[in-house]
């Protein structure tokens, strides 16, 4: 499909549509992926408390569950790409929506800073008032945290590459930005799972662990779904699904890596750095 095809389907409004705004058809994956969230939170439970066969019931719902998302995404992409749905209109509610999710995560990532502020700078006495615990060797931040920081630091200068050039209707460049981007992402997972392999403490290793591997883990579960995201972006954009003046999928996923890239930031800065 050309993108003189792909102009005119995004242009594609019907005639009788008295407002700018789309309305939705019925759609029955919202309600099988909440199903499917309920059934994967349940199947976490079992997995902890060592049921019989409960990775393979994890793994099943969480196969179910991205079977669900995914092709509740493809319906959206529908909508947007070939029926020409998402007007200008839509295009303002997606951002503000997004926006609005990526406060939430802020929030998210705050109160676990707010709990190791809260536990380094007045530790209790049940921690021998003193923070890090006795006898925790912290992790050199000089070393595989300061090349993972180059790492996605490099990868936030590549996605903005990327969006520059979509901008300027440069398609190879664009290209080569997101694809680039992806292979940062990957490598800082695969530096971050080798970090926790060689570490000195684990998650069982009082509060410092814990807090520790909640905050840096959680923050990679955010780059592995952020580089799958822009791995659907590079999809999309070989198939000519973004235009130098309609590409808000893109804009969404460069605003999430960006987001990802200033917890990093201030993961290293206070917990590897400050809080060790």
């Known amino acids: 499909m050309t993108q003189y095809t792909m102009i005119f389907y995004n242009n594609n409004f019907r005639h009788n549509e008295q407002h700018p705004f789309h309305m939705v058809n ?11 969230l309920l059934n994967l939170v349940l199947n976490i439970v079992t997995y902890f408390h060592f049921y019989a066969a409960g990775i393979f019931y994890l793994q099943s719902s969480l196969f179910i569950l991205c079977f669900f998302l995914f092709r509740w995404f493809y319906d959206i992409v ?24 990526i406060v939430s995560e802020i929030m998210f990532f705050f109160s676990f800073f707010w709990s190791f ?8 006495i049940s921690i021998g008032c003193i923070w890090p615990q006795k006898a925790i060797i912290t992790m050199d931040p000089w070393g595989l945290p300061l090349w993972n920081t180059i790492i996605l630091l490099s990868s936030g200068v590549t996605i903005t590459y990327a969006h520059k050039a979509l901008i300027a209707g440069d398609r190879s460049y664009t290209m080569l930005g997101i694809f680039y981007t992806i292979v940062y992402g ?9 970090e926790y392999m060689v570490a000195p ?11 520790f591997f909640l905050l840096t883990g959680f923050h990679g579960l955010h780059v592995f779904i952020g580089s799958l995201f822009l791995l659907i972006c590079l999809v999309r954009h070989l198939q000519y699904h973004f235009l130098v003046n309609q590409h808000i999928g893109f804009e969404c996923a460069a605003w999430y890596w960006h987001f990802v890239d200033v917890v990093w930031l201030g993961l290293f800065l206070l917990v590897y750095i400050w809080g060790g």
């Open 78 to 101: 529908v909508e947007s790409t070939y029926e020409g749905n998402h007007t200008f209109k839509v295009q303002q509610g997606v951002k503000l929506g997004m926006c609005l999710f």
């Open 186 to 194: 990957s490598i800082f997972t695969i530096v971050q799972g080798y």
């Open 201 to 211: 403490f684990s998650l069982n290793d009082g509060i410092f662990g814990s807090l």
């Open 26 to 36: 019925v759609s029955p994956w919202p309600l099988f992926t909440s199903f499917s």
């Open 117 to 124: 502020f809260h536990c380094s700078l007045s530790p209790s």
